[in-house]
T-cell receptor
Framework: DAGVIQSPRHEVTEMGQEVTLRCKPI?????LFWYRQTMMRGLELLIY????????DSGMPEDRFSAKMPNASFSTLKIQPSEPRDSAVYFC???????????FGQGTRLTVV | GIQVEQSPPDLILQEGANSTLRCNFSDSVNNLQWFHQNPWGQLINLFY???GTKQNGRLSATTVATERYSLLYISSSQTTDSGVYFC???????????FGKGTRLSVIA
């Protein structure tokens, strides 16, 4: 298995632009997580899907952030409009269910200038 | 919510030395994982260890869930062990991993 695949690996965008991050979970995993990593706040959960349904989005910082999982093999995290404080590394992770081992993608490093 | 505390925050070792990293958590957990974030930013799974002891080469881990802590042992450290080690727990009231702030390890040749 190729593991969790995220794209792009790096993204540089101007403030105000829309940014879309993509994630392909490990086949057969039915839980998907989006995390954000910053120096100040460490690794924090943004949103959690189970069987393509958003279960916990309490970590989504504000309405500029949205996430979708249209099918079991694809998820997106969108920021519109982007701001410099959104600069961070965004990780996607998946697990067979919510109670077993989670595996992380390589992350997308987002820089908003 | 649950609190996850890791110690020490920073650690510098001479190559070949042994070390113990600690993770304390404030409530019951269903799951505990240790990760290594390498200098390229990748989060690599080390152990899935909600309880008991596991070993993988020079690394081993022990979780004592009843006392709410886990330990990661690194023996005969190598420069490639450098990076940040994270403990993450799945709180029994939730279904997601909550991360500690990590231990930054530097192994010097």
């Amino acid at each position: 298995d190729a593991g969790v695949i995220q794209s792009p690996r790096h993204e540089v965008t101007e403030m105000g632009q829309e940014v879309t991050l993509r994630c392909k979970p490990i086949s057969g995993h039915n839980s998907l997580f989006w995390y954000r990593q910053t120096m100040m706040r460490g690794l924090e959960l943004l949103i959690y899907f189970n069987n393509n349904v958003p279960i916990d989005d309490s970590g989504m910082p504000e309405d500029r952030f949205s996430a979708k999982m249209p099918n079991a093999s694809f998820s997106t995290l969108k920021i519109q409009p982007s701001e410099p404080r959104d600069s961070a590394v965004y990780f996607c992770a998946s697990s067979p269910d919510g109670l077993t081992e989670a595996f992380f993608g390589q992350g997308t490093r987002l820089t908003v200038v | 919510g649950i609190q996850v505390e890791q110690s020490p925050p920073d650690l510098i070792l001479q190559e070949g030395a042994n070390s113990t990293l600690r993770c304390n958590f404030s409530d019951s957990v269903n799951n505990l994982q240790w990760f290594h974030q390498n200098p390229w930013g990748q989060l690599i799974n080390l152990f899935y260890i909600p309880s008991g002891t596991k070993q993988n080469g020079r690394l081993s881990a022990t979780t004592v869930a009843t006392e709410r802590y886990s330990l990661l042992y690194i023996s005969s450290s190598q420069t490639t062990d450098s990076g940040v080690y994270f403990c993450a727990v799945e709180w029994f009231k939730g279904r997601v991993l909550v991360f500690g702030k990590g231990t930054r390890l530097s192994v010097i040749a």
